[in-house]
T-cell receptor, first 114, second 112 residues
Framework: DQQVKQNSPSLSVQEGRISILNCDYT??????FLWYKKYPAEGPTFLIS?????DKNEDGRFTVFLNKSAKHLSLHIVPSQPGDSAVYFC?????????????FGTGTRLQVTL | DGGITQSPKYLFRKEGQNVTLSCEQN?????MYWYRQDPGQGLRLIYY???????QKGDIAEGYSVSREKKESFPLTVTSAQKNPTAFYLC???????????FGQGTRLTVV
């Protein structure tokens, strides 16, 4: 069962516009959510995160929104830039008591066009 | 510079052979992880280790083995029992209890 879902495999946005990437989860035990950015043949790099007790976190052009009742989070990038073109993974954290684990979604490929 | 080093970047293996992927970190992190990425799929957890000489199976551990003899090193062996070993393998580490994990550059394994 997929506990973290990114239902849009790809997204194309014009430069300067807003990019909105979505993520849904099913496990109520997740206490933290993270977004990672990944370029081809490289490891993911951390972008931004949000605690489950918050509903918004902002860092420059990147804002993450969390709707806990809907078990939904989104990443907003504004304005979008060509260098933002990458695959974005949503990840959810939970502490099992013996381990700290991240569960990843399947990723959304963002293409920012000129 | 602190970071996570995975080697080699590309690896070819003949079917039926075991192969070991290297992962070294100098971030002084206690926790280390191995993930596998396949096209159209997210990162799936293979094994993880919270402390030296201890490790646990992740979601897809079958056909893999690990060791954690040193804090800095967490090698992954892909055995001949792994049915579909061709994939992109990612090693990560984190401070114990921290949510954020740092990733290496990955190793692409191709079985020929």
């Amino acid at each position: 069962d997929q506990q973290v879902k990114q239902n849009s495999p790809s997204l194309s946005v014009q430069e300067g516009r807003i990019s909105i990437l979505n993520c849904d989860y099913t496990n109520s035990m997740f206490d933290y959510f993270l977004w990672y950015k990944k370029y081809p043949a490289e490891g993911p790099t951390f972008l931004i995160s949000i605690s489950s007790i918050k509903d918004k976190n902002e860092d420059g052009r990147f804002t993450v929104f969390l709707n806990k009742s809907a078990k939904h989070l989104s990443l907003h990038i504004v304005p979008s830039q060509p260098g933002d073109s990458a695959v974005y993974f949503c990840a959810a954290h939970h502490d099992t008591g013996t381990a700290s684990k991240l569960t990843f979604g399947t990723g959304t490929r963002l293409q920012v066009t000129l | 510079d602190g970071g996570i080093t995975q080697s080699p970047k590309y690896l070819f293996r003949k079917e039926g052979q075991n192969v070991t992927l290297s992962c070294e970190q100098n971030l002084n992190h206690d926790a280390m992880y191995w993930y596998r990425q396949d096209p159209g799929q997210g990162l799936r957890l293979i094994y993880y280790s919270q402390i030296v000489n201890d490790f646990q199976k992740g979601d897809i551990a079958e056909g893999y083995s690990v060791s954690r003899e040193k804090k800095e090193s967490f090698p992954l062996t892909v055995t001949s029992a792994q049915k579909n070993p061709t994939a992109f393998y990612l090693c990560a580490s984190s401070v114990t209890g921290a949510r954020e994990a740092f990733f290496g550059q990955g190793t692409r394994l191709t079985v020929v």
